[in-house]
């Protein structure tokens, strides 16, 4: 019984949310307003189950490390943002969490992008094929040129690196259009989704 | 040390709690009553500065089998930081109260839209908390109904529509006025026809071994994908890199006019 209430619930749910793509009307407002309620309602649960809980209320309380409270502490000054007088408390956690995250920000670009550079710059000989050379190679224009395009401490005025920049303007340009290219085909791979499921589980026009 | 210790007994335990948080709070009170507006400020920078170190040093001081004496400390500071920004979280649902409950007092043309957006908020929040802690089967059924029949849906469906949306705007961005143009639209085609059936029909007679094979429309699209978007990506990533730095920078020696006290 539930699962053909969820089935029913779901093709509503979906033709509602296309009846956008015919103009702006009440039953899309619905469900979107119904889709951010119950995201926000799913979020409440998750930040309690996935965040609080674990981290911080079986800590303090069920393995007696009471210095959690101190979390609660600082978390609970955000809330002095409403008062003018007492804004200065919510800087305070607000400023310290950046300067923490600003710390992180070195880390994690240190640990992300200096592999990167490094594999970047892959042989042009010594590799199994002519192909994997000349892609290799091909890589390492790309990237040079692109970088060179959105290097505008040096003019690009004179060649050679007018031509080098345009060429990066061009690769960006490719680039650019793949990365179209698959997103599209994602969101039309969901798109095909919902159109099986309205044909298949809930029509049953098609069968498999 | 041992008063950090974790305590056992449970009213030592309440105890312990309650006098951390009135201490905390006296503590605080003591701050804003004796404390100036610049030593304030004075605070923030310098707090924002210590922590700033944290993470950083951390990475960069000499480790000893990737270990240093910051490193047992990185796991709980994470917790920490996730802890505390998860209190944030009431903080944008107080906002969003405030917007939707003065659309329904002062009855707004949809106000209707806001009641119902605070019903499912609370219908799905109620149901998946007694589904997980309570296990009561109503409450399974319900949730079952909000989430697969109605919350996954919706999020697809939503999602899909882009699709649409994209097309559109690529048919007024794809005219063909310049290289540029071409380049996007052809890269955008290759990626697109390497993916479905039609498109790789279209060069299956093209041998599967070879030189040739190399012009097979799904042997392109991964081409541009690996070799084209992958360097693409890596150089704007790089870009990105610097500017994340600069600005972290900026953020960690309180440069930002916004960190101040009273900046805008």
């Known amino acids: 019984m539930v699962e053909v209430i969820v089935t029913w619930l779901a093709a509503i749910a979906t033709l509602g949310i296309y009846s956008i793509l015919y103009k702006e009307n009440p039953i899309y407002r619905f469900f979107e307003h119904l889709f951010i309620g119950l995201g926000l309602g799913w979020t409440i649960f998750e930040v309690w189950k996935d965040i609080l809980q674990p981290k911080w209320w079986t800590p303090m309380v069920v393995e007696g490390k009471w210095y959690w409270i101190f979390a609660f502490v600082i978390g609970s000054l955000y809330y002095f943002i409403f008062s003018p007088r007492f804004a200065w408390m919510a800087r305070l956690v607000i400023s310290t969490l950046m300067g923490l995250s600003a710390g992180l920000v070195f880390k994690v670009t240190a640990a992300i992008y200096i592999p990167q550079i490094e594999a970047s710059f892959r042989p042009i000989t010594f590799v199994p094929s002519i192909a994997r050379g000349l892609n290799n190679l091909l890589s390492t224009i790309i990237l040079l040129c692109v970088i060179l395009y959105f290097l505008f401490t040096i003019s690009h005025e004179k060649q050679p690196l007018a031509g080098a920049s345009k060429l990066g303007r061009w690769f960006i340009m490719l680039g650019l259009g793949a990365m179209f290219g698959s997103t599209v085909m994602a969101r039309l791979s969901l798109f095909i989704d919902r159109l099986t499921f309205l044909l298949h589980d809930w029509l049953k026009v098609i069968k498999f | ?264």
């Not at chain 2, 209707?112 to 908020?121: D, E, T």
């Not at chain 2, 890269?187 to 599967?208: E, K």
């Not at chain 2, 799904?218 to 693409?232: C, D, G, I």
Request: aromatic share 12%.
């Open chain 2, 1 to 264: 040390m041992r008063i950090f210790h974790p305590i056992k007994d449970p009213i030592l335990l309440t105890a312990c709690i309650i006098a951390s948080l009135l201490g905390s709070f006296l503590v605080l009170a003591l701050m804003h009553k004796f404390l100036s507006m610049r030593a304030k400020g004075r605070l923030i920078t310098a707090l924002t500065f210590l922590a700033g170190f944290f993470y950083s040093l951390e990475f960069f001081l000499p480790a000893k089998d990737g270990k240093n004496f910051l490193t047992p400390w990185v796991e709980p500071v994470g917790d920490a930081l996730a802890v505390i920004g998860a209190f944030a979280f009431p903080l944008g649902l107080i906002s969003l109260a405030v917007v939707h409950l003065g659309n329904i007092r002062r009855r707004r043309e949809g106000w209707y839209f806001s009641l119902f957006l605070f019903i499912a908020m609370l219908a799905m929040a109620l149901s998946a908390f007694l589904n997980h802690y309570a296990r009561l089967p109503l409450a399974k059924n319900i949730f079952t109904c909000l989430f697969s029949g109605l919350y996954i849906p919706l999020g697809v469906a939503m999602m899909s529509t882009l699709a649409f949306y994209i097309v559109s705007a690529a048919y007024r961005a794809f005219r063909v006025t310049n290289v540029e143009a071409v380049l996007m639209m052809g890269a955008a085609i290759i990626v697109m026809l390497g993916q479905i059936p039609f498109g790789m029909w279209l060069t299956s007679w093209l041998p599967m071994q070879g030189i040739v094979a190399s012009l097979r429309i799904e042997n392109l699209s991964n081409w541009f994908m690996t070799v084209v978007n992958m360097s693409v990506q890596r150089a704007i990533g790089f870009g990105l890199a610097i500017g994340g730095i600069a600005m972290a920078l900026r953020v960690w020696l309180s440069l930002e006019r916004g960190m101040q006290l009273g900046g805008k």
